[in-house]
């Protein structure tokens, strides 16, 4: 300011604070508080309840120390193994501790990640989007508050979640997952909360909308499990560039290395820094990129039903299939390394106990398995897309028009039910190219992409049950991810655990034949087609018969 | 004949009563006020004439049909304006129009394009930079640039300047006069007053009053200020006559329009000075039936307006 000094200045009064850029902040973290007093707790007590129960159940697995090298040897011989859990700490002298951080820790933390990416979205970048950040930054708050009183509830929440696994694992007693070991176990689930949080408060300035952010925050979670596999598998050190590596660097239990929870720790913090100073660079409400212009006539495929549809989806569609043919073309690009396990002994048992299928076959399978429960993540989100149109109020002024409901929700169902197909077919494409460019899978493209489709009656089948959800328990259409956990619950631990086999068959995927470790069976497929079409017409059914509602 | 005719209309979300023995009726040909303030059920009524909820009791027609089950087909016969329009964010608002036009069964081209100009919209952004008023502006041209027979507007001109009203009623009358019929839901009373040649009352789910504008006014009072040469002594001892102020020769009540008569001709033996008559307002319509509402400020939570 550079006023001149003719003009009286008023008085100044001693009462009023000058306003930082962190006013309100104490205000607003309280917001916070009440808002998440029921969410946050959940999300805590439900992995630390998960973790202690899962550690809980190996001393009945592995009674004796045998029984324990044995899986280590399973483990540490087995690539696809070793994708799926971590680098293999401890496998010398293979004690309940050193299972906990190589076959948990890499799974369990994704859940504290994708706890953190949603809490720090929802108060930052869904508040703009709604417009409450609007009258929260008219009031007396400073521009920074939101987004400080963001993270600091992100690090609150993490610590408490850290606290409440390191008290839930050594309260267990089981010999070797001890206090200092299970105080750093504990610190990696923060550590890996931390630096997500900070990742979705960058991707909350990137983008406009709350869904983009926690979708790119989202899709980090899954780069960041992916590199650590590769990593690990390949052993080239590209676990390093994994908050999720680093969590398993830490190998609680066995080495107990507290050092890469500082690096998370400094990574988080410049994370942070970045989102503050991109804060600042841009308006309320707005994200980085200017707006740009459109058509002013819609074209004649939008003024259809399914035009439409795919209108909305479109972009949801692309980015899934896109991301999944690089995760699919990623582990298909390790495939060399597979057979190099085969020298050794116990993986011609394990061959033998797979029922005859090469090496590479069962490591396909289970990459298959996993990437398959994957793509249910994008059938659920586009499942409830209808419903989304509903709460927002825009299914109301299509539904006013001459368009049935069954139309309209045909037309959504239709892009839930071939995109996840389409997605499932990139996925294949990806692995079996990637695959097909090394010199150990020269035939693989032809058997990973029936493989991959032969995944969708399951796919269909979580559309399915969302939808029976969207027509008679609207409020409860979150209840559809309990599916896609489960199923990635049964599919990790089912085989690292003796899970009584009615738990893992509740997972539509668990029916499918594991192509092309076994043989194609199918009676399954068949009647998991039947099934995901009983569900979609009986929710269609109830959304036919209740109100449309706008909340 | 009656484009719409609801007779004992019940609904309820949970423990809440919105519609609590609604009956209304749109004669074919009229534009229909239907006034009420917010929470008195006036959006929920417009919501299940759509069909898009269903009455738990009574009958609702719409057009010699039932909105529950011949939705498709009456959808296009009408046009819809949610009070709160929402549009999807990555599409423009000509994009939006033509979606909506299309999914009705086509819209006229040249009136499109000529609402679009009277209405003043740039309809190459996308909907989630429009403010309120441009959304509205999206919803109304996709709305009237159908050639439908009854248009059901919800609140449509809230966030829309003041120039943009004039052009809105100008449409409406266009619309009347093409002899389509219209039910605008409102708490603009001078909008209602302008347009509607009936207006329905709905206060707590019911409709409490229905009958043309004329015909409200005499059910009530007509404000008279008079000045007279003598001291205006004796007009409280007359029938009818409420609210008498004096001050000097000067004198201000209100009179029960059926008493008018007699108060006027009072006045008369004064000798009159001056005189000025003010018909009721809409307002003063809306507050015999809502006064007791301001009076308590506030009232149990009854009916759902969003």
Known sequence: ?551 | MASILVSGVHKSFGSTIALDGLDLEVATGEVHGYLGPNGAGKTTTIRTLLGLLRADRGTVRLLDGDPWRDAVALHRRLAYVPGDVNLWPNLTGGEAIDVFGSLRGGLDRTRRDELIERFDLDPTKKGRTYSKGNRQKVALIAALASDVELYLLDEPTAGLDPLMEVVFQDVIRQLRDDGKTVLLSSHILSQVEKLCDRVSIIRLGKVVETATLLDLRHLTRTTIEADTREVPLGLDRLTGVHDVTISGHRVRFSVDSDHLDEAVRHLSTLGLGSLVSQPPTLEELMLRHYGDELAGNGREKVGQDR
């Open chain 1, 1 to 551: 300011m550079t006023t001149t000094t003719t003009r009286p200045t008023p008085p100044v009064r001693p009462a009023q604070r000058a306003g930082g850029p962190l006013t309100g902040f104490g205000a607003l973290l309280r917001l916070i508080a009440r808002r998440e007093r029921i969410r946050v707790p959940v999300w805590i007590l439900a992995i630390a309840g998960l973790q202690s129960a899962g550690a809980a159940a190996y001393p009945g697995l592995y009674p004796d120390e045998a029984d324990r090298q044995a899986q280590a040897l399973i483990i540490g011989s087995n690539p696809a193994m070793k994708a799926m859990t971590g680098p293999g700490h401890g496998l010398d002298d293979y004690t309940f501790g050193a299972m906990m951080t190589n076959e948990y820790l890499g799974i369990a933390v994704i859940f504290a990640a994708l706890m953190s990416v949603f809490l720090v979205v929802r108060h930052t970048r869904a508040e703009e989007e709604e417009g409450r950040a609007e009258l929260v930054r008219a009031n007396v708050t400073g521009s920074e508050a939101a987004l400080s009183a963001a993270l600091v509830a992100a690090v609150i929440a993490n610590v408490a979640l850290g606290a409440a696994v390191a008290i839930g694992m050594a309260a267990l007693g089981i010999e070797t997952i001890d206090w200092p070991g299970s105080i750093l176990f504990g610190a990696a689930f923060s550590a890996v909360g931390i630096v997500f949080a900070a990742i979705a408060a960058v991707t909350s300035q990137v983008t406009q909308f709350s869904r983009a952010a926690s979708g790119m925050a989202g899709a980090l979670i899954g780069v960041a499990y992916l590199l650590r596999a590769i990593g690990d598998v390949m052993e080239n050190g590209l676990s390093w560039l994994s908050p999720i590596g680093w969590a398993q660097a830490t190998a609680a239990y066995v080495d107990n290395n507290w050092w890469p929870i500082l690096l998370s720790l400094v990574v988080a913090a410049a994370l942070a820094a970045l989102a503050f100073r991109l804060a600042a660079r841009r308006d309320v409400g707005a994200g980085l990129r200017a707006e740009r212009r459109g058509v002013a006539e819609g074209s004649a495929l939008l003024g259809t039903p399914v035009g439409l549809a795919w209108r909305l989806q479109r972009a949801t569609v692309m980015w899934w299939a896109i991301g999944m043919f690089v995760f699919g073309a990623s582990y298909g690009s390790a495939i060399d390394v597979i057979e190099d396990y085969a020298g050794n002994e116990v993986v011609a048992d394990l061959i033998e106990n797979l029922g005859g299928a090469t090496l590479t076959e069962s490591y396909l399978a289970m990459i298959m398995g996993i990437l398959a429960i994957a793509v249910s993540i994008f059938a659920v989100t586009s499942a409830l897309r209808p419903r989304r149109e509903e709460t927002s109020g825009r299914a109301e002024a299509v539904l006013a028009t001459g368009i049935s409901r069954t139309e309209w929700y045909a037309s959504h169902l239709v892009i839930s039910i071939v995109g996840s197909a389409a997605i499932l077919l990139a996925t294949g494409l990806g692995l079996g190219l990637a695959a097909t460019g090394t010199s150990a899978g020269s035939s693989i493209l032809g058997q990973v992409i029936p493989a991959m489709l032969s995944y969708a009656p399951a796919v269909w089948v979580v559309v399915g049950v969302a939808l029976v959800l969207v027509g008679w328990a609207p409020r409860a259409t979150l209840v559809a991810w309990i599916v896609v956990v489960h199923a990635f619950l049964m599919r990790y631990l089912g085989a690292l655990l003796d899970l009584p086999e009615w738990m893992m068959s509740l997972s539509p995927f668990r029916h499918i034949a594991s192509l092309p470790a076994e043989d194609f069976r199918a009676l399954p497929v068949l009647l998991l087609t039947v099934l995901a079409v009983a569900l979609i017409a009986i929710g269609l059914a109830g959304f036919n018969r209740r109100d449309v509602e706008a909340t």
